[in-house]
T-cell receptor
Framework: NAGVTQTPKFRVLKTGQSMTLLCAQDMNHEYMYWYRQDPGMGLRLIHYSVGEGTTAKGEVPDGYNVSRLKKQNFLLGLESAAPSQTSVYFC???????????FGAGTRLSVL | GDSVTQMEGPVTLSEEAFLTINCTYTATGYPSLFWYVQYPGEGLQLLLKATKADDKGSNKGFEATYRKETTSFHLEKGSVQVSDSAVYFCALSKEYGNKLVFGAGTILRVKS
């Protein structure tokens, strides 16, 4: 019973490099979310999607892009990484009929 | 905008002690309220929720009551265990689940 799976679990980037974080869910959920978690600030929403082919900006979208080409996958891209993007990134999903989000285990990203 | 304020931690308790973690919120309308828990190295998981005033959410011995008059949703447990050591997040959701607004989180450490 996989639930929400995030890859990779850890990554170290140099400033200016690009990368893509993958989130996959096997629960057929309509909604998916990307958050970042920083010390003392809780989780903040980066982007979200209400269905396949749709995306929307959250609270802190600058420097990130997302895509949802398939219902089960939600990709988060960093085109040119900056040290300020050092964080732990969490993906979540939820069904359209129930207001409960299910989280992945997170990706720890360091940008040097 | 909407916001959630939690008591700062860490909170350190001995096993079988009584736990209270304070949470207050600011929001227009009628938000749903949540407590999520994050165990070391894992993603967040829902602990309990309440959707309207005076509702009490409960799970695994934890309880919280939605108090609209004091805009609060304090988390309580009568007797904590070492296995309760984790980070606890209070959160609200106002629309039908398009985003969660999190508090900063409270670290709980329980000593045997």
């Amino acid at each position: 019973n996989a639930g929400v799976t995030q890859t990779p679990k850890f990554r170290v980037l140099k400033t200016g490099q690009s990368m893509t974080l993958l989130c996959a869910q096997d629960m057929n959920h309509e909604y998916m979310y990307w958050y970042r978690q920083d010390p003392g600030m809780g989780l903040r929403l980066i982007h979200y999607s209400v269905g396949e082919g749709t995306t929307a900006k959250g609270e802190v979208p600058d420097g990130y892009n997302v895509s949802r080409l398939k219902k089960q996958n939600f990709l988060l891209g960093l085109e040119s990484a900056a040290p300020s993007q050092t964080s732990v990134y969490f993906c979540a999903s939820r069904p359209g009929t129930r207001n409960i989000q299910y989280f992945g285990a997170g990706t720890r990203l360091s940008v040097l | 905008g909407d916001s959630v304020t939690q008591m700062e931690g860490p909170v350190t308790l001995s096993e079988e002690a009584f736990l209270t973690i304070n949470c207050t919120y600011t929001a227009t309308g009628y938000p749903s309220l949540f407590w999520y828990v994050q165990y070391p190295g894992e993603g967040l998981q829902l602990l309990l929720k309440a959707t309207k005033a005076d509702d009490k959410g409960s799970n695994k011995g934890f309880e919280a009551t939605y108090r609209k008059e004091t805009t609060s949703f304090h988390l309580e447990k009568g007797s904590v265990q070492v296995s309760d050591s984790a980070v606890y997040f209070c959160a609200l959701s106002k629309e039908y689940g398009n985003k969660l607004v999190f508090g900063a989180g409270t670290i709980l450490r329980v000593k045997s």
